[in-house]
């Protein structure tokens, strides 16, 4: 694949899961390594890697550099985690929107995070998810990876034993007017995991308690944006961990062949590609085109109907077991209620509302 040697540049179209994280590997992986490599910090960025490293290694002009370092060597880390497991979730852009959209005020049980089906994915998102960060740059958020820490802030896997919060790593594009990627944005978030009940309201507030703007970047967002900026990616991010954790979440391997390797090389290891809510996204879209459909053929009729509208998707938790004493967590789907306020199933069928 070919680099992209300096900004600006245009994204492919059609853009793919593989195609967005080998770009992003391009990218991002090279320019923190040729960074850290600069100030003679790689050593540094590998022993957090590791499981550990001593502030002391790093040597810096001045602090506020010494403190980018710190978190490019933590992005570095990250990615490397990342790329011994290749875990890569597709999200259907239906789907993206939908759970932008989700409804979190449930309180939901202790542990539902622990069951991330695999270690250390990265959620692609090849639609892209708009937002406005937090100088008032138009971006598009374009993956999220989905490391651990332990308790002593070691770096780990999400597999590993004594994980004791999961990172959020988000990685956008910053776009000029007319659409030009000028520059990539990464943007790192930890929440404590666990085993009480707790609510998204809780966990966004830990992360805007716990957060630590990049001090290299400047910029005139006031207090109130940056928060906002904030709980809209933090919202963002728990919606789609949560879903994939939930029972039977709509998720399907796809798989990717092994690309030649060049003479001499050993061949790589392949994306471990999943697709994200493919089939419950085409369903969603399809019944939204239906209530489309309906209510346009009720005002073609000169029929009087109500504005359509949308149920917003949750999650709910459900008692089962002996005493109801254990607990699941399952994703409902939006519910749709049409021009005559009947609601649909995401299968088209009309269900008329009582009278």
């Known amino acids: 694949m070919a680099k992209h040697s300096a900004f600006p540049f245009q994204r492919p179209v059609p853009l ?132 651990g820490r332990r308790s002593d802030n070691t770096l780990c896997g999400t597999n590993d034993p004594d994980v004791a919060q999961y990172q959020l790593t988000f990685n956008s594009d910053l776009v000029d007017k007319v659409g030009n990627v000028v520059d990539i944005d990464s943007l790192r978030i930890s929440f404590a995991l666990t085993d009480d009940s707790f609510t998204i309201r809780r966990a966004i507030d830990e992360v805007l308690r716990n957060f630590r703007w990049e001090p290299l970047l400047t910029d005139s967002a006031s207090p109130e944006e940056k928060r906002q900026y904030m709980e809209s990616l933090v919202h963002f991010g728990l919606a789609h961990l949560l879903y994939v ?42 019944t939204r085109e239906l209530i489309e459909n309906d209510r346009r053929s009720a005002v073609a009729a000169g029929k009087r109907t109500m504005q359509p509208h949308v149920r917003r998707a949750h999650l709910h938790t459900f008692r089962h077991g002996k005493g109801r004493a254990l607990s699941k967590v399952k994703w409902l789907p939006p519910i749709f209620v049409n021009a005559n306020g009947d609601s649909v199933n995401l299968d088209g069928t009309i269900i008329p509302v009582q009278k």
Not at 276 to 284: D, E, F, Q, R, S
């Open 245 to 286: 954790c939930s029972e039977k979440a709509d998720t399907r391997r796809r798989p990717i062949g092994r690309k030649p390797a060049k003479k001499g090389e050993r061949p790589q290891k392949p994306l471990q590609v999943h697709e994200l809510g493919w089939h419950v996204g085409a369903a969603i879209k399809s």
């Open 16 to 147: 793919t899961a593989v195609s967005l994280v080998e770009s992003m590997q391009a990218l991002q992986a090279d320019a923190w390594e040729q960074h850290l490599r600069s100030f003679g910090a790689l050593p540094y960025a590998k022993a957090l890697l590791n499981g550990g490293a001593s502030e002391a290694e790093l040597h810096a002009p001045s602090q506020r550099i010494l403190d980018s370092l710190q978190i490019t060597a933590g992005d570095w880390a990250i990615n490397q985690l990342w790329y011994r497991t290749k875990i890569v979730y597709d999200v259907d852009p239906t789907m993206m929107r939908t759970l932008a959209d989700m409804d979190t005020s449930d309180l939901l049980p202790g542990g539902v995070l622990h069951q991330l089906p695999h270690p250390n994915p990265v959620f692609v998102f090849t639609e892209g998810h708009h937002v406005l960060h937090k100088d008032d740059a138009p971006g598009i958020l374009r993956a999220m990876y989905v490391t």
